[in-house]
Every structure is written in structure tokens, then in C-alpha cells.
């Protein structure tokens, strides 16, 4: 008996491997039909090419007929469907599906949270969660999927590749596409589409980009304000202000080219049009050696680089313009990019529009009355558009060819109705005009798998010309400021291997800027035309492996005028210490021969009163600036903690380009500044959510050793910086947003107490008292916005998107100065320009 047992227990072990074997037998699917056919007295209706050689497990003799077919749709890629109790059709058209995956990196393994997931020639598509999981439903079985993620090659896979029924989720390795070694450090910095690179770097991917309180589109310069140091004190994106620097110390490129003016609306709306801006990177300190010329940030926009394989595009419109912008591929090699914005305030006036118009030419020649002419005597009539193309060539995998062209306009007539001493009436209309146009190549070679060429050549053209007509003098003024540059640069990279990198070129640049006034009576007229020359050699070595980080550099700059050479050395360390924690480094000397100055504060209308210079190496020095950083970082579960402490002074300023309201106004000298501070940032992310809180405490001083007080607080002086926001993906389509901005108030000089005015001969001036000696109110403002996307049709996504700047409506102050009273020769009226109120925008776009 006991003998038997064992002998038993063989016998079933057997028995039921026999029958596992059996019920995983496999037979031709068109075999199994055949005999379906048969044995239940029905008919299927397929083509042979989609069942040949397909395998199925062979069901059991006593299945009944609609659980064969129920388990032939989950197991093979085909769509099974009766068409009634006889007839069932076999087709891979119809057929639905659920994929899924998991995305990693193939260098490290770590997941890739935020990566997109989109079904090929459709809006439908997913972003991978925390884990770089993602799922997608009733999805085509011979659809394609797009895999993308900045820094990695995108991926194009069959659904069917995907398909795995009854195991896991497939894991992809994505491959990482170095930019010199350059790696993504965060994924998801502040919310979707804005990255940090390991060099310190802030990326901005407008295609990916997500939503930001207040915003409406991804308009690129009001964007990079989230950043911690990154501020505009009159909220305006053509004063930028990095570090406590003013925005003419930034250096702006697009595709290569040097841009000298970067709004719309005079300074409330980017010039940029996202739709085809690929990426910005914007770099506050450590810059590459291959950049000069902006001695507080340094500001890169490229467009997109790829020629598709369809004709794609998009269009919108808010309450202010309306856009567009086509891809059109015009063969395997040759493509064309297109986009062109203008905007109907000339046509139609929008609430939006109104306060556009109040906050930009308030304190204007267009809203300060004369005796003679009142509000119903007055017509204004404002237009700006922007346009770019890009001509994509591709001669082969290994060199390409792209050239491209940028406009930039704002137009503003001003027409004032009077009655002349005749007792007839006149019209006189003056008018503004703002504009950059830019040209640009380049030719990218990869002569091997570790040597590359880039060599790029540009023009940039600015102007902005002023007519105006001052009525209670009879007087005609005219004005012009133009700015010609053009350059080349030669660039190479050679990776001696997978850890070190270097980077060699050279740099040449011609610039010539005319400043011209010509007044009607008195008659006067006053032209000036400088050109400068510069010659640069650059390079770097770059080392990134394992847990370090390290780019040196050194540029050498040669004026030929001045017969002046600046060396400029360039650090960036970043040491891991840990999974979680890192410290930095971060160090460079910069110059910047061009600036801005204010002559009087009425020039050009006074709505647009900076005007370009050049260095003439003796007034109007060449500005030089050094800046160091040191920080830590610490990142752990999708939190990230920042703290940076920097220094940075800058040599070469003038009076005259700091746009003084004091004693100081109208004086002749140089001097320099100091800022230092710190800076802290902690963001957390989630699939559904991101939260932000930045602070910046920093201390802004001028020094002017001719001056008295030679030191004194810096008109940038902003010693506290807090910005707040939360992002929420209610449900899939839905997104909003909510943040607000706390700022110390920038510092103003008031007049000599009881002592208001001083006069001068013939003229009388505000008597001021200690320079920046006061400080406006704290600067407070909340901002929202929601965004809504759904298919309007199967091949074009839509969105509708709500910003609202300003909710509480707060009356801040962003400039404060003083005037003799017209009605008191001894009295001075202060006068104070305010932020945007209450103001809200909505925008509607179709992308296919």
C-alpha cells in the first residue's frame, strides 16, 4: 500500500503535465476556423494575409463557441465580431487595445516622469507618471505610438510591438541625445516643459510646456520670471532683471541671432512666438565659453530642427492677436517653417487691450493733457506683428543646413485735434516705430562619430524712430536710434570619449549704432554713427561621469578700435554626494560693449525712452562683470531643495544708462555695482501636481566714486522675493493653476523736505534729497489660470485656456518720481506709474 502511493502520485504529476501540455497545444489559426466552421454550423469572413501563420492555443472539445471567440480576441491582435448567430467577421482594423509601458533611461535606469506618449497622426496621448509608467485605452491595433522626452531620442513603435497579453507592462529604454555632454538633471522643474540641465541651466520646452498662474500661452520671457533671481521690478518682459541687473545686460539669441529688442505692447508681451520655439535655456551664471556680450544672463532660443513627415501646424487667438504657424515638408531633405502673429487692437478694443494700453503709455506724451487738447482731441492707433521662417536642409544624416529670418514691429500713431490762432482746426500725428529684423545660417557638419562643426553666420537689424509734434511749442522733434550687427562664429566639439568633451571656436562681430535728434524750431540736428569690431577665441573642456560634473573655459576678446584684449575665465563644477545630495560651483568674467542709456525721460514719446550705445573705452566704458555661486541641492522622492548664495559686480556702468530720477540725472559718470545674496527654491512633483516656493534675499548697491554719496542703493534693490504656485491636474484635460508674487518695494528719492525745488538760471528742478533714500510699498499680486484641451475633430487638438493677472485687483507701485508743480514753482507733485490691474485674457488654439 505504502508502495503504491508514490507510485500514485507519479501517475497524476503525469497525468497532469499530459493534460498542461494539451491545453497549451498551438494550432494555425486557419486550421482552428475550419474546424469552428464545422463543428457549429457557421461562416467567418476574413483575408487570408491577416490570419496566415498566426498561432492560437487549441481550444477544449467542450468550449462553446462565443467563449472561443471572446478568448481569441483577447489573445491574438485580431477583432473577432459576430455579425449575427452564423456570420463572424476576422478583422485588424476595428480592433481595439490597451498598451501600456514602462520608460527608463537606458544610461542609468532611473524612470522618466513627464515623458509623452502620443498616438502617431492623432492629439491622443499620455505622460508617463513617477514610476515612467504609462497606459493607454482603446487604442488602435496598427496604430503607431511616439515616444519623446528632451534629451532623448524620440521613439516610434508599433502598438503590436507592445502587446504582450497577460504579462506585465514592456520596459523601454529611452537613449539619451547628449548636447556636449549636457544631461537633464530634473525632468519636471516648477511644472511640464521646464527642465534643469546638469550645468545649472533652466530649460524651457514650450511644446511640452504645461501651465504657469496668470499665463494664457507659453509666452517664453514672462515664463523664465518663475525662476528663482529672475524678476521684472515694473513687470514688463523687456526689463528683465537677472541678479539685480538691468535688461539690457541679458543676451538674447534666436537661432543664433542677436536680438536687441524682445517685446510687443512695449514690453508686456513676448516678441517670440512659442509655437515654434523648440527650447530656451537660460543661464544666470557659469556660462559656456562660446557666449559674451550679456554680462547678467545669458538667454538662448532654438527653434524646432526636424523635418517631419507631414504637413503639421496650429492657430489661435486671444483677447489682444491672433496666430499662426505651419511645418510643411517639401521632400525627405527640405522643409519649411513658418509663423506670423499680429495683433487687431487697431481693429477692435478689448478690456484686455485697455489695460494693455494704460499700463504701458501711462505717464506718456499720449496721456499728459496740454491747455489746448483734451481726451475727445486725442486718437490713438496701435498695431504690432512679428514673423519667422526657417528653411530646414538636410544634405544627409551627417550635415545640415538651416537658414532663417525673424521680423519684429510695433507701430503707434498719435494724432492730436486743436484749434491753431486762425481759430481753424489742425491735426497733427505723431508717430512711433519699432523694429527687429534679423537673418541668420548655419551649417551643422559631424565629420565622425566624435568630431562635429557648427558654423553660423547672422544680421540683426534695429530700429525705433519717433515723430513727434509738441503742440503748446510748435515744435517738431525727430528721433532715431538704429543698431547694425553681423557675425560669424566657428565652433567645434570633439568627444575624446564617453566623459570628456571639447569645445573650440572662433567669433567675429561688427557693430555700428546710430543715435540721431533733429528738432523743427530751433532749428538743431545731431547725428552720431560708432562701429565696433570684435574678434573672439574660445574654448572648454567638459567632463561628466559618474557622480561629477566640470566645464572650464576661458574666452579672449580682442577690440580692434581699442587695441583692448579681455580674457574671461569660465567655471562650472557640480559634485554629487549622494543619491540625493549635490554641491555646485559656479563662476565667469563677462563683458557687454552695447547698452542702453536714457537721455530725458520724454524721448521717443516717453513710452519707449532707452535707446543703444555704443563703448567708446573712455565716458561709455566697455562693462565687465564677475560673478561667483556656490549651493546645494538636494532631490529625493520628486522633492528638490535648491539654495544658492552668489556675488556678482559689475564695472562700466553710466548714469545715464540707469534711468536715474534723482540729482544724479543728468551728470556724466562711471561706476559699477555690487549684488550678493541668496537664493532658495523647494518644488515638489507628482503626475497630477506641482508646488513651488522660491525666496531671494539680496543687497544691489551702486558705487560712483565722483558722486556724492558715492554708494547708495541700486534702483534693482530688491531685498526680498517670495513666489508661491500650485499646479493640479484636475482630470485629464483639465488644468489649473494659482500662484502669487510678495516683493519688497524697489527703492525711489524723494525732494528735500521744505525745500522741494532749486532753481537754475531760467529753469527750475526738483531739489532731491538722499538718492533711492525710500521704498516704494511691497509689491503684491495673485494670478490664475485654468486650461481646457479636447479634440475638435479626430486629427486636431484643441485647447481653451483662462489667465487672470492680478486677481485681487492691488494698486501696486512700480515707479515713483517727482515733478515741479506747474501751479507752484516751489512745490514738487509725485508722480506714480501702477501695475496692471485686474486683468484677464482667454485664447483659443487648434493645433493639427
Not at 511644446?207 to 533671481?229: C, H, N, R, T, V
Not at 490762432?421 to 489742425?426: L, V
Amino acid at each position: 500500500m505504502n508502495l503504491n502511493k508514490p507510485l500514485v502520485a507519479l501517475l497524476l504529476m503525469v497525468f497532469s503535465f499530459s493534460f498542461a501540455i494539451q491545453a497549451q497545444e498551438k494550432i494555425e489559426l486557419s486550421s482552428l476556423i475550419v474546424n469552428l466552421e464545422d463543428k457549429f454550423d457557421v461562416k467567418f469572413s476574413y483575408s487570408l494575409n491577416e490570419i496566415s501563420s498566426i498561432l492560437v492555443n487549441k481550444p477544449q472539445e467542450t468550449d462553446a463557441l462565443e467563449s472561443i471567440i471572446e478568448h481569441l480576441n483577447k489573445e491574438t491582435i485580431l477583432n473577432f465580431k459576430f455579425l449575427n448567430e452564423r456570420y463572424i467577421t476576422i478583422s485588424s482594423i476595428e480592433k481595439k487595445v490597451t498598451v501600456c509601458g514602462v520608460l527608463i533611461s537606458e544610461t542609468d535606469k532611473e524612470p522618466l516622469f513627464g515623458a509623452s506618449v502620443l498616438i502617431q497622426n492623432t492629439t491622443k496621448g499620455v505622460i508617463a507618471n513617477d514610476d515612467g509608467a504609462f497606459r493607454l485605452e482603446n487604442v488602435g491595433i496598427n496604430e503607431q505610438l511616439i515616444i519623446s522626452f528632451l534629451g532623448f531620442k524620440t521613439q516610434v513603435l508599433a502598438v503590436k510591438e507592445l502587446l504582450f497579453l497577460n504579462e506585465d507592462c514592456k520596459t523601454i529604454a529611452m537613449v539619451e541625445q547628449n548636447e556636449a555632454l549636457n544631461q537633464i538633471l530634473i525632468e519636471k522643474y516648477l511644472t511640464t516643459g521646464l527642465q534643469k540641465y546638469i550645468d545649472g541651466s533652466t530649460v524651457l520646452n514650450t511644446e511640452k510646456f504645461g501651465i504657469l498662474p496668470g499665463l494664457i500661452e507659453p509666452d517664453i520671457l514672462q515664463s523664465i520670471q518663475a525662476l528663482p533671481g529672475v524678476e521684472s521690478v515694473d513687470e514688463s518682459i523687456a526689463n528683465i532683471n537677472v541678479r539685480g541687473g538691468t535688461n539690457d545686460q541679458n543676451l538674447i539669441l534666436w537661432d543664433h541671432i542677436k536680438m536687441y529688442h524682445s517685446g510687443h505692447f512695449f514690453g508686456l508681451i513676448s516678441a517670440y512666438n512659442p509655437y515654434l520655439t523648440d527650447k530656451v535655456v537660460v543661464t544666470k551664471n557659469g556660462t559656456s565659453s562660446e557666449f559674451s556680450d550679456g554680462v547678467s544672463s545669458t538667454i538662448t532660443m532654438s527653434t524646432k530642427n526636424k523635418i517631419d513627415d507631414e504637413v503639421s501646424g496650429g492657430f489661435g487667438a486671444n483677447l489682444i492677436h491672433a496666430d499662426a504657424f505651419l511645418k510643411i515638408p517639401l521632400s525627405k531633405k527640405i522643409a519649411l517653417h513658418i509663423s506670423g502673429r499680429r495683433s487687431f487692437t487697431d481693429m477692435l478694443n478689448t478690456p484686455t487691450y485697455d489695460n494693455y494700453f494704460e499700463r504701458s503709455f501711462q505717464d506718456s506724451e499720449l496721456t499728459t493733457n496740454s491747455d489746448n487738447i483734451t481726451e475727445s482731441n486725442r486718437l490713438s492707433d496701435f498695431v504690432f506683428y512679428d514673423y519667422t521662417a526657417k528653411l530646414l536642409f538636410d544634405l544627409n544624416e551627417n550635415h545640415k543646413v538651416r537658414a532663417n529670418v525673424i521680423g519684429i514691429y510695433n507701430n503707434l500713431d498719435y494724432t492730436e485735434s486743436f484749434t491753431n490762432s486762425e481759430n481753424q482746426s489742425e491735426a497733427k500725428t505723431s508717430n512711433l516705430k519699432q523694429e527687429n529684423l534679423g537673418f541668420g545660417a548655419s551649417w551643422n557638419g559631424k565629420w565622425t562619430s566624435r568630431f562635429s562643426t557648427d558654423f553660423t553666420v547672422f544680421y540683426s537689424k534695429y530700429n525705433v524712430d519717433a515723430v513727434d509734434y509738441r503742440i503748446e511749442t510748435d515744435q517738431k522733434l525727430t528721433q532715431a536710434n538704429e543698431v547694425l550687427e553681423t557675425g560669424i562664429k566657428l565652433k567645434t566639439n570633439f568627444k575624446i570619449n564617453d566623459a570628456f568633451n571639447v569645445l573650440s571656436g572662433y567669433q567675429f562681430s561688427e557693430i555700428g549704432i546710430l543715435n540721431s535728434t533733429e528738432v523743427s524750431a530751433p532749428a538743431y540736428n545731431k547725428t552720431k554713427k560708432d562701429v565696433l569690431l570684435n574678434h573672439a577665441l574660445f574654448g572648454e573642456i567638459e567632463f561628466n561621469k559618474a557622480d561629477t560634473y566640470l566645464r572650464i573655459g576661458v574666452r579672449g576678446n580682442y577690440f580692434q578700435k581699442f587695441n583692448k584684449l579681455l580674457i574671461e575665465p569660465r567655471l562650472n563644477v557640480r559634485q554629487k554626494l549622494s543619491n540625493q545630495f549635490a554641491l555646485k560651483l559656479q563662476g565667469e568674467f563677462k563683458n557687454q560693449s552695447a547698452t542702453q542709456i536714457i537721455d530725458f525721460q520724454d524721448d521717443f514719446l516717453g513710452v519707449e525712452n532707452r535707446r543703444w550705445i555704443l563703448a567708446n573705452n573712455e565716458s561709455i566704458p566697455i562693462s565687465e562683470s564677475k560673478q561667483g555661486a556656490f549651493g546645494f541641492e538636494y532631490s529625493h522622492n520628486n522633492l528638490m531643495v535648491d539654495v544658492e548664495g552668489f556675488y556678482k559686480t559689475v564695472e562700466g556702468i553710466t548714469v545715464s544708462n540707469q534711468g536715474f530720477y534723482n540729482n544724479f540725472q543728468y551728470l556724466n559718470a562711471t561706476g559699477s555695482y555690487d549684488a550678493k545674496g541668496v537664493e532658495f527654491l523647494i518644488n515638489k512633483t507628482a503626475a497630477k501636481y506641482s508646488t513651488w516656493l522660491s525666496y531671494t534675499y539680496s543687497i544691489n548697491d551702486y558705487e560712483f566714486k565722483t558722486l556724492t554719496p558715492s554708494i547708495f542703493p541700486n534702483n534693482l534693490d530688491i531685498r526680498h522675493s517670495v513666489s508661491l504656485a500650485f499646479n493640479y491636474d484636475v482630470i485629464k484635460n483639465l488644468k489649473v493653476s494659482a500662484g502669487g508674487i510678495w516683493r519688497s518695494g524697489q527703492p525711489f528719492t524723494k525732494p528735500v523736505e521744505a525745500n522741494e525745488t532749486v532753481q537754475d538760471g531760467n529753469n527750475i528742478f526738483v531739489n532731491y534729497d538722499t538718492p533711492n533714500g525710500e521704498n516704494q510699498d511691497d509689491f503684491i499680486r495673485l494670478d490664475a489660470s485654468f486650461s481646457y484641451s479636447f479634440n475638435a475633430m479626430k486629427t486636431i487638438e484643441s485647447s481653451i485656456r483662462v489667465g487672470v493677472i492680478n486677481l485681487l485687483n492691488k494698486k501696486n507701485i512700480i515707479n515713483t518720481y517727482y515733478e515741479v508743480d506747474p501751479n507752484n514753482a516751489d512745490a514738487a507733485i509725485k508722480i506714480e506709474n501702477k501695475s496692471l490691474g485686474l486683468t484677464p485674457n482667454i485664447s483659443f488654439r487648434c493645433n493639427f
